[in-house]
């Protein structure tokens, strides 16, 4: 039987098939950051319905704040202290980048310290859409500005839509990175009100038919809406258009009426009544979360099983972003594209965050140390081209974007290269900073295994979690005979080595001899082109 490929006719009706650990691993690695085998045997526990539930249930905000961790700082932040609500937003462009540097790092622990939640995928998700680039902007939008958008993001992340993007709309960074604050009555900026469309809300899909004289009136509703000398929203009700704003037939030729004063600033919310109010709104929402936790590629079979529907439940949920996920993550569709083998390339930070998870990789106990470990992952994904925070085109990052390759884009003679060493570097030796040391304890992963003594079922087990398409049953015997057995045909002498290091850890023979051949295991396992999938 012919296994299905993506694109397959399944719809969004409930899945009901098997429930063990290649549909979990998948879930697991498309909502998580990588699949640890705890998080595994967790939500094996639960049933599908169960699993997706607990995912979707939002986190408590973060109980810390980015760090002086750059030694010098103007306004007199003491090192390892905060410089959030420390007066002063800005000084000069390199504290500037100095504070973007320790909110990167910190961030990277947010996305290491997620848990069972897809709450922090689902703000960087949201990153990618209100795509901005605060690295190019050091010198106009202080630091502060970022940190406060990554909490708003995180607020709304499994929210209401349509808050969302009010909310990020009246963002102080947004206002300024899309000229927004220099939007007045006299002189109406488009910026905005071209991306709002755009790359916001409606897209440029073959149902998308707003027009320019559409966007020169988003403009106009949106006037006087602006940031103070202290950087923080405020609405200027001398510099807002007070007059009648008409929009096109595309939008059933609505008029949001114009008022003055305080008042004007509520034709923002009649604006937005009216975008959402369309059906390509929903259809295009609904079509980047399925590019970005299925599929690249939507044909006409999957707009007409998947997205529309999809669709018709978010707006009738009001644009609930946590209904329309549950109603895809539980879809059968979701789940067809198991049998086909895994079809993303994961991204830098789904490869690093996702390895670091799925290994346990040790992270230090002193702030100094996990400053140091976040620096190190941050500037890999940087060499990787995903910085967070550094997006450098207002449509996101290529590969969730740009057609006919896609994910394919992560993929290059560098990035491959530098993905590859990264994964030896992190098996071998570790990655090394300011005394802190990022490494793989191929032991300490064998043994949350069910059964490492097992040349078989360790292979097995292992490939279950790292690896998302199966290897042929030669690959495997090979694997096996080639690394675990030194080329020899008896599976004993793998369990004899593992008991006799089990019975006596301390003795540095059975250690290495162990130790050495899971290494060359996992590195060659992550040396596969199938570890880059998830």
């Known amino acids: 039987m012919q296994k299905p490929l993506p694109g397959s006719p399944a719809g969004i009706g409930e899945y009901t098939g098997t429930w063990d650990t290649p ?58 202290q905060t410089w959030i609500n420390t007066g002063l937003l800005y000084v000069d462009d390199e504290m500037n980048m100095n504070r973007l ?100 809300t409606i897209g440029k899909g073959s149902g998308s038919a707003y027009t320019q004289d559409d966007v020169a009136a988003a403009a106009r509703v949106l006037t006087g809406h602006t940031v103070d000398a202290n950087y923080g929203y405020v609405f200027l009700a001398g510099e807002h258009e007070d007059k009648n704003k008409e929009f096109s037939g595309f939008y059933a030729n609505h008029i949001v009426t114009g008022y003055s004063g305080t008042n004007g600033a509520g034709e923002l919310d009649d604006m937005l ?39 018709e439940v978010f707006r009738n949920s009001g644009y609930n972003i946590s209904t329309v996920l ?13 049998n086909a083998g895994a079809c993303i390339i994961k991204s830098p930070l789904d490869l690093l965050i996702g390895l670091c998870r799925e290994y346990q990789v040790a992270l230090p106990s002193t702030i100094e140390g996990q400053y140091a470990a976040w620096s190190m992952l941050n500037e890999r994904a940087r060499i990787l081209q995903q910085e967070i925070m550094a997006i450098e085109l207002v449509a996101g990052w290529d590969a969730y974007r740009q057609s006919p390759q896609y994910h394919e884009l992560w993929i290059n003679s560098v990035t491959y290269t530098g993905r590859n060493f990264y994964t ?31 040349p078989n079922k360790l292979i097995a087990d292992s490939l279950s979690i790292l690896i998302r398409p199966p290897l042929s049953d030669s690959s495997v015997t090979l694997l096996k005979q080639s690394i675990l057995l ?40 992550m040396n596969l082109p199938e570890y880059h999938l998830s």
């Open 23 to 80: 549909q979990v691993v998948h879930l697991l690695k498309r909502t998580l950051f990588g699949a640890s085998i705890q998080d595994v045997n967790y939500f094996k526990s639960r049933t599908m319905s169960q699993a997706v539930d607990e995912l979707l249930q939002p986190t408590p905000a973060p109980s810390t704040v980015p760090l002086n961790n750059y030694d010098t700082d103007p306004t007199g932040v003491a090192p390892w």
């Open 101 to 200: 540097d320790s909110l990167q790092c910190w961030w990277i622990g947010q996305l290491l310290n997620g848990g069972r939640s897809i709450h922090e995928k689902m703000t960087l998700f949201w990153h990618n859409h209100f795509a901005m680039d605060a690295t190019a902007h050091a010198g106009d939008i202080p630091c502060r500005l970022w940190y406060d958008q990554y909490l708003t993001l995180r607020q709304y992340a499994l929210g209401n839509f349509q808050a969302l993007v009010k909310a990020i709309t009246l963002d102080p960074a947004m206002l300024i990175y899309l000229n927004g604050n220099t939007n007045f009555k006299t002189s109406p900026n488009e910026n905005y009100g071209r991306e709002l469309q755009e790359l916001y």
């Open 273 to 311: 009544s009216m975008i959402f109010a369309t059906q390509e709104s929903a259809r295009f929402i609904c079509r980047k979360l399925y590019n970005f936790f299925v599929y690249y590629k939507i044909d006409s079979t999957v707009e007409t099983n998947v997205i529309t529907p999809l669709a």
């Open 326 to 338: 549950s109603t895809l993550l539980k879809s059968q569709h979701f789940y067809d594209l198991v």
């Open 424 to 454: 030896d570097l992190l098996i071998g030796k570790g990655d090394m900073m300011d005394g802190t040391t990022l490494q793989i304890d191929a032991i300490g992963f064998a043994r949350l295994l069910p059964a490492p003594h097992d």
């Open 486 to 525: 030194g080329n020899l045909t008896n599976d004993m002498y793998w369990t004899n080595a593992w008991l006799a290091y089990t019975a006596d850890p301390s003795d540095m023979n059975a250690y290495s001899a162990v130790n050495s051949k899971l290494r060359a295991l996992y590195k060659y396992l």
